[in-house]
């Protein structure tokens, strides 16, 4: 980096809040264990499976005499997953943690994210590397990547690596499928009696890595922020122009809790939640039909423009679409040489709906055809679909602007429908952290420091009370085994984290289910404008309205 920013320069010299018990006490606390825990469910099949790292109890760090180590200690931390703000503060809270154990500590930082641990590729941090990251966003300090650590063969290496280099810890930062294999790889560690450590850090822009414990995934305050603004700007645009329907895309692999956020921050005239469309049932045409309503109502008004929000995962919540892709991961599976045989793409679809079952014929027979491709091309190295790469908002936008069409011939519609297209997603994965995630990310890194030194694995470095100033977080520490439940994972009952979906009968989507029908005909739209970093306290350091609603 050879030329930083004005804004950079000044973000380097902020000080990330901790906890009271850290801030005024440094490492000098006692942790004070709970009573024995139990997993969110399958308890049975979860305890046998992880015999060393199941029941154990809750931490809570409380002033006290201290954990100083007497000897410096060798800690590991890598990142995994997709980007999420406040990554490098958590490793620059873990450093920092890690010295007030004991000033001679080291912290090696694997590269490339799971792979560098098992290929023992790292680097050594030291004060002026860590300086640089200080309050940044993105994961380039030591990069990442998403693969598994999940086998014998991989966990061996990984004890050889950390006997090489002398490492007692390993922090594992990532979502619910990292944090999984983090438990494995604790479980491991204490069943081949490694003296390996292994602690885990909530991280994920897509908020669906939560508990009544875990309150919130680091990353989803800041990147919503950033879409919001985004959206609010889009919003003042639309109602500028007064000639666009704005249909915005926005990421979250499966659950909608960033679209809900957004529309509770910015009060577009409608937001699909992936979660209510499964319970109840919607169908695609359904859905098509409200929002072609919105459309035709606000048209009434002379309003011929509009905001949309969609969840990225909304496809595989939509009952006849989920059949669909399910159906042509197993056909694109076992006939991949027929159809890659077929060239013209005409008939490559008609080979396709000859194949299907009746419904699912005809669902895929009602798609435009771009998407209909895309649900043929694009496929992982599994062969599934690339769900995440369809673009439902042009889907959406193509199918809602036929049935418009459809209703102005009958007679029922004469508003003007001209759409615009959005996709938000890596534009705030990277974003620096907000003062919230900046704080919170180093407390998890810090706490993480804290955990190690009084000997915990298995345990997810948590932060409590986060809807509060940071003067009042309650820091500790969750047993990785309360988060799991027992999955169907191709074919086979595995034991993973459960997802955290949007919850129908909980309070942020209360308030928007409230509040949508006026949003969806009045032009009512909430201008969050740019994340602040300095100013009054109201404007630089609120939490999400999830956040807020949650704990009120
Ligand atoms: P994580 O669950 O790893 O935090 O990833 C979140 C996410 O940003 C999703 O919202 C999105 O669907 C996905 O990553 C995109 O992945 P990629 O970076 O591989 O394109």
């Keep these: 980096m050879s030329e930083i920013s004005p804004l950079q320069k000044?973000?380097?010299?902020?000080?990330?809040?901790?906890p009271t018990v850290f801030a005024k006490h440094g490492m000098a606390v006692a942790?004070?264990?709970?009573?024995?825990?139990?997993?969110?469910a399958d308890q049975d099949a979860v305890r046998e499976l992880f015999p060393n790292t199941y029941g154990l109890p809750v931490v809570t760090f409380e002033a006290g005499t201290g954990v100083k180590a007497a000897a410096p200690v060798k800690a590991g931390v890598i990142l995994s997953g997709g980007q999420a703000p406040g990554g490098h503060n958590v490793i620059a809270g873990l450093y920092d943690g890690l010295k007030a154990v004991h000033p001679d500590s080291q912290l090696f930082g694997f590269l490339g994210g799971p792979s560098g641990l098992v290929?023992?590729?790292?680097?050594?941090?030291?004060?002026a590397f860590i300086n640089a990251y200080r309050n940044t966003g993105g994961f380039d300090i030591i990069g990442s990547g998403r693969t598994k650590l999940e086998t014998t063969e991989q966990f061996e290496k990984v004890v050889a690596n950390c006997k090489q280099h002398g490492i007692t810890a390993l922090v594992v930062i990532g979502g619910d499928d990292s944090n999984t294999n983090a438990c494995l790889l604790a479980e491991y560690m204490l069943a081949q009696k490694t003296g390996v450590q292994v602690i885990g850090c909530p991280k994920t822009i897509d908020g669906d890595l939560k508990n009544e414990w875990i309150e919130t995934s680091f990353g989803f305050d800041t990147a919503t922020k950033v879409y919001s603004e985004l959206i609010g700007n889009i919003g003042r645009d639309a109602n500028s122009a007064k000639k666009y329907w704005h249909f915005i895309k926005l990421m979250g692999r499966s659950a909608s809790h960033i679209a809900l956020e957004c529309a509770l921050q910015t009060h577009p005239n409608a937001c699909l939640i992936s979660e209510e469309i499964a319970e109840n049932k919607t169908t695609l045409k359904q859905i098509i039909n409200q929002l072609a309503d919105?459309?035709?109502?606000?048209?009434?008004?002379?309003?011929n423009f509009g905001v949309a929000l969609i969840p990225e995962g909304l496809i595989e919540f939509v009952p006849e679409m989920k059949a669909l892709i399910a159906e042509l991961n197993d056909l694109l599976t076992h006939e991949a040489a027929a159809c890659e045989r077929i060239d013209n793409m005409e008939e490559r679809i008609g080979f396709v709906l000859g194949q299907l079952g009746t419904e699912t014929r005809e669902a895929y027979a009602c798609l435009p055809k771009t998407i209909q491709i895309q649900l043929i091309m694009d496929r992982d190295p599994h062969g599934n679909v690339q769900v995440s790469l369809v673009e439902t908002e042009k889907l959406l936008i193509?199918?809602?602007?036929?049935?418009?069409?459809?209703?102005?011939?009958?007679?029922?519609?004469?508003?003007k429908f001209s759409a615009q297209n959005h996709f938000f997603g890596y534009e705030g994965r990277c974003a620096a952290p907000s003062n919230f995630d900046a704080d919170y990310c180093y407390s998890l890194g810090y706490t993480a420091a804290a955990l190690m030194a009084a000997g915990k694995s298995g345990y997810m470095s948590n932060i409590r009370h986060t809807n509060l100033p940071a003067t009042a977080w309650v820091a500790g520490g969750v047993p990785?085994?309360?988060?799991?439940?027992?999955?169907?994972?191709?074919?086979k009952n595995v034991p993973v984290i459960r997802k955290a979906l949007v919850?129908?009968?909980?309070?942020?989507?209360?308030?928007?289910?409230?509040?949508?029908?006026?949003?969806?005909i009045e032009t009512d739209y909430v201008y969050p404008g740019p994340i602040q970093y300095f100013g009054p306290t109201e404007v630089c350091d609120h939490p999400t309205a999830t956040l807020r609603y949650e704990r009120a």
């Design 294 to 303: 919105i459309i035709a109502k606000r048209a009434e008004k002379k309003c």
């Design 398 to 415: 193509e199918m809602v602007k036929a049935e418009l069409k459809a209703r102005a011939a009958a007679g029922t519609y004469t508003g």
């Design 119 to 127: 290929d023992n590729k790292f680097k050594i941090f030291d004060d």
């Design 480 to 491: 990785l085994t309360m988060l799991m439940n027992m999955e169907r994972r191709h074919g």
């Design 503 to 520: 919850e129908l009968d909980g309070k942020p989507f209360a308030v928007f289910a409230a509040k949508r029908d006026s949003w969806a």
């Design 31 to 40: 942790a004070q264990a709970g009573a024995a825990t139990e997993s969110v």
């Design 10 to 18: 000044a973000r380097a010299a902020y000080q990330p809040k901790l």
